[in-house]
């Protein structure tokens, strides 16, 4: 059976796209990182990940397991966050991503934030429009300040700075 580790350590490879960068993110080492992707493909009965002398990225089934992973790991960290919102505390992380142009606004963002809920720890990294957008749909970010022209309209709300 599958564990939430071997869905994290999945992820991060997909994140990081370099097996020993992926292992020291999940604070492993590089030769059990491995084991373990090895033995969640040996479980599953199916190739992942494409290797060869390095990541070479992941094959078909291993991006529609990615995709199933990335949407677990957020309903554990939804339920995570759910709990302790039952408990009048709102806690968590957020990822935001930021043209350099909005880092300012970004920061103070932050600020208020965690002066209305001090749980919530914001990370705020500058990226350009496309890093933005792929952060988002590879859940290196949670949100993102970028220029409306840069982002097809579903996936944006506008808001005046």
């Given at each position: 059976?599958?564990?939430?580790?071997?869905?994290?350590?999945?992820?991060?490879?997909a994140?990081?796209?370099?097996?020993?960068?992926?292992?020291?993110?999940?604070?492993?080492?590089?030769?059990?990182?491995?084991?373990?992707?090895?033995?969640?493909?040996?479980?599953?009965g199916?190739?992942i990940?494409?290797?060869?002398?390095?990541?070479?990225?992941?094959i078909?089934?291993?991006?529609?397991?990615?995709?199933?992973?990335?949407?677990?790991?957020?309903?554990?960290?939804?339920?995570?966050q759910?709990?302790?919102?039952?408990?009048?505390?709102?806690?968590?992380?957020?990822?935001?991503?930021?043209?350099?142009?909005?880092a300012?606004?970004?920061?103070?963002?932050?600020?208020?934030?965690?002066?209305?809920?001090?749980?919530?720890?914001?990370?705020?990294?500058?990226?350009?429009?496309?890093?933005?957008?792929?952060?988002?749909?590879?859940?290196t970010?949670?949100?993102?300040?970028?220029?409306?022209?840069?982002?097809?309209?579903?996936m944006?709300?506008?808001?005046?700075l």
């Amino acid at each position: 059976m599958l564990e939430i580790r071997d869905l994290q350590y999945l992820s991060a490879l997909a994140r990081m796209k370099h097996f020993a960068k992926a292992a020291q993110e999940c604070g492993v080492s590089q030769p059990a990182f491995s084991l373990r992707i090895r033995g969640m493909e040996d479980r599953l009965g199916v190739t992942i990940v494409r290797r060869g002398n390095r990541y070479q990225g992941l094959i078909a089934e291993g991006e529609a397991i990615l995709r199933h992973a990335r949407r677990i790991l957020d309903d554990v960290r939804f339920l995570e966050q759910d709990l302790l919102a039952a408990r009048g505390q709102i806690a968590g992380g957020l990822s935001l991503g930021v043209v350099p142009t909005a880092a300012a606004y970004a920061a103070r963002l932050a600020i208020r934030l965690h002066a209305a809920y001090p749980g919530i720890v914001a990370r705020i990294e500058t990226a350009t429009s496309l890093a933005i957008q792929q952060g988002i749909d590879d859940g290196t970010f949670d949100a993102g300040l970028t220029y409306d022209d840069a982002v097809s309209g579903d996936m944006m709300t506008h808001e005046p700075l």
